[in-house]
């Protein structure tokens, strides 16, 4: 079983939608979270972290749920430049972390 | 801003030839990673040094080996390069050994073994 598993998509919504995914994670001691946001050829970036109470940076919005294990991410209003693939990413208990593979979002015009 | 610079952005390489990959980053991070990147597979670490002349096996260290003299600088070396390791390698950098230090990656190197 994968340590993180994400639906790869890929999420066509036109520019000003709401667009919502998870991920899910095998290890219950893991203590950190992060969604990474990776462009097409281009290396991943942090996008945010995930605290447990929820937490929101502008138009991105991100929950953990540790009962259930998952991570979600929402994007409000959608731009052209949201187009990416979003990596979900979770820590082992030590200072290595745990990639998704990756749900790819892409926003028409 | 954090840079992280690697060699090169794409290679082409001959089966069983060694290959040498170079990382350098310019923040005085203590951490260095090397992950491949395969379609489906998400990013699967390799090697990590927490110091200089230190290393650790990660995920999938077999065919692969590491050298960090400096602080900067961290080397993945393919011994004798397979076909299956035809891959997007990519090297990252974080401050301090905590899980909540953000990884700060290169551009990617692509390497193709024919």
Not at chain 1, 55 to 60: C, M, T
Not at chain 2, 72 to 79: A, C, W
């Amino acid at each position: 079983r994968k340590e993180v598993e994400q639906d790869p998509g890929p999420f066509n919504v036109p520019e000003g939608a709401t667009v919502a995914f998870n991920c899910t994670y095998s290890n219950s001691a893991s203590q950190s979270f992060f969604w990474y946001r990776q462009d097409c050829r281009k290396e991943p970036k942090l996008l945010m972290s995930v605290y447990s109470s929820g937490n929101e940076d502008g138009r991105f919005t991100a929950q953990l749920n540790r009962a259930s294990q998952y991570i979600s991410l929402l994007i409000r209003d959608s731009k052209l430049s949201d187009s990416a693939t979003y990596l979900c990413v979770v820590s082992r208990g030590d200072y290595k972390l745990s990639f998704g593979a990756g749900t790819t979002v892409t926003v028409r015009a | 801003d954090v840079k992280v610079t690697q060699s090169s952005r794409y290679l082409v390489k001959r089966t069983g030839e060694k290959v040498f990959l170079e990382c350098v980053q310019d923040m005085d991070h203590e951490n260095m990673f090397w992950y491949r990147q395969d379609p489906g597979l998400g990013l699967r670490l390799i090697y990590f040094s927490y110091d200089v002349k230190m290393k650790e096996k990660g995920d999938i260290p077999e065919g692969y080996s590491v050298s960090r003299e400096k602080k900067e600088r961290f080397s993945l070396i393919l011994e004798s390069a397979s076909t299956n390791q035809t891959s997007m390698y990519l090297c990252a950098s974080s401050l301090g050994t905590s899980s909540y230090n953000e990884q700060f990656f290169g551009p990617g190197t692509r390497l193709t073994v024919l």
